[in-house]
Nanobody, 121 residues
C-alpha cells in the first residue's frame, strides 16, 4: 500500500555528518507521520525520530540535539540529518511511515528495507 525507499547511508567518521532520505510511494494520502528507526548489531530496533504531516516531531532522548527529522509533504519524503555522529550510531536505519486509513482505525505501519550507516575512524 505504501512503499518506502531509503538512501544516503554509508561510511562517516566520528563527529561528521550524514543525511538520509526516504521517499514514499503508493497510498501516500494515508501517511500520518514518517520517521526513522535504527537497529544496531545484536540490538532491538529503536526510535530515532519521527515527524507528523503537521510538523510535530518526536525524538529519542539520546538523539535529540544531534539528529533532525524533517518532512517534505509535497514530495512525500522524510529526511534525517545526522550531526556529530558517534560510533554507537552505527546501525541499519529504517524509514517508517505511520498509516491511518480512517480516523477511528488503529494506525498501521510501513517499513523501508533499511540503509546501513557506519561510523568509524
Amino acid at each position: 500500500q505504501v512503499q518506502l525507499v531509503e538512501s544516503g547511508g554509508g561510511l562517516v567518521q566520528p563527529g561528521g555528518s550524514l543525511r538520509l532520505s526516504c521517499v514514499a510511494s503508493g497510498r501516500t494520502r494515508a501517511i500520518h507521520a514518517m520517521g526513522w528507526f535504527r537497529q544496531g548489531p545484536a540490538k532491538e530496533r529503536e526510535l530515532v525520530g519521527s515527524i507528523t504531516r503537521s510538523g510535530t516531531t518526536n525524538y529519542a532522548d539520546s538523539m535529540q540535539g544531534r539528529f533532525t527529522v524533517s518532512i517534505d509533504n509535497a514530495k512525500n519524503m522524510v529526511y534525517l540529518q545526522m550531526n556529530n555522529v558517534k560510533p554507537e550510531d552505527t546501525a541499519v536505519y529504517y524509514c517508517h511511515a505511520e498509516l491511518r486509513f480512517a480516523i477511528e482505525s488503529p494506525p498501521s505501519d510501513s517499513w523501508g528495507q533499511g540503509t546501513q550507516v557506519t561510523v568509524s575512524a
